[in-house]
């Protein structure tokens, strides 16, 4: 009886945690271990030598239940989520034509 009505409910302390780790620093990328684009957002913050957090959300339990907070905050629940002084960028895409254009440089530097 119980575990089909147990529908993954977001429980505020983990829509809390999910604020914390987008706060925890300057740029944090929200990825999967095997996501080629989560890859390619992170070889972008490599080659400008910037440190990120990123977190894998494939070796958390709560991974998915993440994954759905981050659809909900920015209304996409594809990785990579990043996320540069709290503000969300977009993905692996959105991430290497910033990084193209130069205006991820500027972003990082403001």
Not at 32 to 49: G, I, Q, R
Not at 58 to 79: K, N
């Amino acid at each position: 009886m119980g575990l089909g009505s147990s529908k993954s409910k977001i429980m505020p302390a983990t829509r809390e945690l999910v604020n914390e780790l987008i706060a925890s620093d300057s740029v944090v990328i929200f990825s999967k271990t095997y996501c080629p684009y989560c890859t390619m957002a992170k070889e972008v913050f490599d080659k400008l030598k910037h440190k990120y957090t990123a977190i894998e959300l494939d070796s958390r339990d709560d991974g998915d239940e993440i994954q759905s907070i981050l659809s909900e905050l920015t209304g996409a629940r594809t990785v990579p989520r990043v996320f540069v002084k709290g503000e969300c960028l977009g993905g692996g895409t959105d991430v290497k034509k910033m990084f193209e254009s130069g205006e991820l440089s500027m972003k990082l530097s403001h």
